[in-house]
């Protein structure tokens, strides 16, 4: 982050020194919210959480070398306190970004893709200069400031994933850091019970691009309908990716290797160029055009974009990890969320990694889907009985729906319902030999990473 005292961050935020906090120290950064991540010149932001409160960590955070706490109530260190530690987190955050005049921003959202659309963006926008982009799946009220912080004079491009949970969150995020491309990528039903349907989800994801300047670019998925629509919403200039003629930036000639990896030509305004896919999944196509789309609108050569498509390899955790172990068992690590479209998505990789082996699943029931719930929890429940699985285990609550869509198939997989993550790594492990693929696809709260974890051997984390 630019240096700042305490001062000037307590004029920002509209707080109050308190603990003998000095106007003049200077916070350099990082801003943290765990005291366990707290470095010299830090200042520690004090959430209190469900399970544990931040302002009890204060003393600790001091004495790993934060500079200050942002608080709400007055803690044994010196303090900035604020009505609201949320609020106060974006005002800075928002002060931060407009003093960095020279940084490119660059926003993603969608249903579906984002993270590893912005990962793919975040290492082409690093061949022309510093960039910032959140670890993992910082997209919230929390993550997205945080992840503005770490920008500094030096940045150059500061590729953000914004996420929705209802109308006006991006709205939100977008004033925070304003940005000059928007990326969306698709409508799908993640949320769906909260929106209350896709046209609504649309409407939360075209903020985005309702935010953009009329000199900015609204990058396009021209194949989703609702996302193509989204060029009516804007005043900047729109580029379309795709696999159809009509989109600038598209994929022509798409192959899927035997371990689900894609190949495709990058056809562009001004040429073509090879690329080959480390990543799993025909659905990563469409994510390498989004970040293709992006970085050319940012004026990379298309060789230089398929080259750097072709080298990336998964930055974020469990999102389609493929590891084979020792004994030839392959795990397919997907569990860090899950909708309809996600697992469809997943069980089509299942189908191809899996194609002449004998396939297994985890998955759980899926969550905030409203009253279509049932309805698309059955429907999942009949494709993973389709699907021609040796076995399936669905873990965790509400699984009822679940499990009577794969029985419906009427096919000869074992069905079992257990009630956890390690329930369903201790269900399975007796069964897989060399050779089988085991595909682990399910909601967050689910935790089921820690199945993946345990059928590899190694401690969940």
């Known amino acids: 982050m630019i240096p700042l005292p305490l001062a000037r961050i307590a004029e920002i935020t509209s707080g109050a020194l308190s603990g003998m906090a000095d106007p003049r120290a200077v916070v350099r950064g990082p801003v943290v919210i765990d005291s366990r991540a707290v470095e010299p010149g830090s200042l520690f932001v004090a959430f209190k959480g469900a399970r544990a409160d931040g302002h009890d960590f204060a003393a600790q955070a001091m004495r790993a070398g934060a500079v200050a706490v942002l608080a709400t109530r007055p803690v044994e260190a010196p303090a900035v306190i604020v009505p609201d530690v949320t609020a106060a987190l974006a005002e800075l955050a928002t002060a931060q970004a407009a003093a960095l005049p020279r940084v490119t921003t660059i926003g993603v959202t969608g249903s579906a893709g984002k993270t590893s659309t912005k990962d793919l963006l975040a290492r082409l926008t690093a061949r022309v200069g510093p960039t910032v982009a959140p670890a993992g799946s910082f997209n919230n009220e929390i993550g997205h400031p ?172 469990w999102r389609m990890e493929v590891t084979d172990r020792p004994d030839g068992v392959t795990v397919i690590n997907d569990a860090y969320n899950a909708n309809p479209d996600s697992m469809r998505a997943a069980f089509d990789s299942l189908a191809v990694l899996g194609q002449g082996r004998r396939r297994f699943a985890v998955i759980a029931s899926l969550l905030e889907l409203g009253d279509d719930g049932p309805a698309l929890n059955a429907e999942v429940g009949r494709m993973a009985g389709a699907a021609g699985l040796a076995g399936l285990v669905v873990a965790g609550p509400d699984a009822g729906h679940m499990l009577d869509g794969a029985r419906q198939t009427g096919q000869s997989t074992r069905i079992v319902h257990v009630p956890d993550a390690a329930a369903a790594a201790a269900e399975l492990a007796p069964h897989l030999r060399s050779g089988d693929v085991v595909l682990i696809k399910g909601p967050r709260a689910m935790g089921l990473e820690r199945t993946a974890e345990l059928l590899l051997g190694g401690a969940a984390q």
């Open 146 to 317: 945080l992840t503005v912080l770490k920008a500094d004079v030096d940045t150059r491009f500061m590729v953000l994933e914004l996420s929705a949970r209802n109308i006006g969150h991006i709205h939100y995020l977008t004033r925070i850091a304003p940005p000059q491309i928007g990326v969306v990528l698709n409508v799908g039903t993640a949320h769906l019970g909260v929106f209350g349907g896709k046209e609504a989800i649309a409407k939360a994801k075209g903020e985005l691009v309702e935010a953009l300047p009329r000199t900015g670019v609204a990058v396009l998925n021209a194949d989703d309908p609702l996302v193509r629509d989204m060029a009516e919403r804007t005043e900047a200039r729109v580029t379309f990716f795709g696999r159809g003629e009509e989109s600038a930036i598209r994929a022509e000639g798409v192959t899927v290797d035997p371990r689900g990896r894609a190949s495709f030509t990058l056809r562009t305004p001004s040429g073509a160029a090879p690329v080959s896919l480390k990543l799993y999944g025909a659905h990563a196509v469409d994510n390498a055009l989004a970040a293709a789309a992006a970085a050319y609108e940012l004026g990379l050569p298309v060789a230089t974009i398929a080259e750097e498509l072709s080298e990336a390899a998964p930055r974020s955790r």
